[in-house]
């Protein structure tokens, strides 16, 4: 099972930035984490702070991974490109974020990315990613 993790702007901060909200490891560290407790799923990683560049992994691995969870961050609440390319694959996509979305400002409850995904796991700190691996895994 191929699964593509795919960070937003900041992100590359994880560990550093308000750490109140979004904890004290690196995601580098916590994807080591994940690959040992998720030996068998050939987890990829890709982080961006550009638009751009996280439309061009969505369309390149949206025909041919089994899952690709999707970590937007400040572009859940802003991009319609990014929304369009969730739209146009076929791999299923889960919207992970690390923080309850839904209980900070009011610009955070919007987001383009959710009519168009599977599900969405929001607020579990890093857990999240935890969540929507094995969401994928029990339905293999
Ligand atoms: C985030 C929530 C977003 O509102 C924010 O812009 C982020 C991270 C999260 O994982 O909690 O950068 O996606």
Redesign the pocket.
Known sequence: MKIQIIN????NLLGKREKD??GDISFDDYFKILNNKFNKVNLSYFQSNVEGEIINKIQEVGFDFDGIIL????Y??TSVGISDAVRGVQSPVIE????N?KS?EEF?KKSYISPHVKGII?GFGLKSYDLAILSFIKES
């Open positions: 937003g702007p900041n992100l909200i979004y970590n937007a961050a400040a859940t609440h992970v974020h690390i923080s979305t900070r955070r929001q």
